[in-house]
Nanobody
Framework: QVQLVESGGGLVQPGGSLTLSCVAS????????MVWYRQAPGKQRELAAV???????NYADSVKGRFTISRDNAKNTVYLQMNSLKPEDTAVYTC??????????????WGQGTQVTVSS
């Protein structure tokens, strides 16, 4: 009843930029934290950035100063602006959100992920 759909991934050269989007749809009453995770080949999934419903943010040390997470509550959308991309940023980026929906209690929903490849 709630779906998260990411977009915006692709191939970019080192030093380039990409903006990811994740839209939540369904019978949504409220969205609390929205989070971007990433998983590089052969590595564990790691939290890249999180934003609370009030707009508070936190970042992994590896992306701090280069990535910016934001959200548009009216559109149930979270963004990840990624600048100064490095090859080590190559990963599948997945968004998750804590959502209260009609008829259901608050729970986490996950998107399907979008591939970001940083390579020359």
């Amino acid at each position: 009843q709630v779906q998260l759909v990411e977009s915006g991934g692709g191939l970019v050269q080192p030093g380039g930029s990409l903006t990811l989007s994740c839209v939540a749809s369904g019978r949504i009453l409220r969205i609390n934290d929205m989070v971007w995770y990433r998983q590089a080949p052969g590595k564990q999934r790691e939290l890249a950035a999180v934003i609370t419903s009030a707009g508070g943010t936190n970042y992994a040390d590896s992306v701090k100063g280069r990535f910016t997470i934001s959200r548009d509550n009216a559109k149930n959308t979270v963004y990840l602006q990624m600048n100064s991309l490095k090859p080590e940023d190559t990963a599948v980026y997945t968004c998750t959100a804590d959502v209260a929906s009609l008829g259901f209690t608050l729970r986490a929903y996950w998107g399907q992920g979008t591939q970001v490849t940083v390579s020359s």
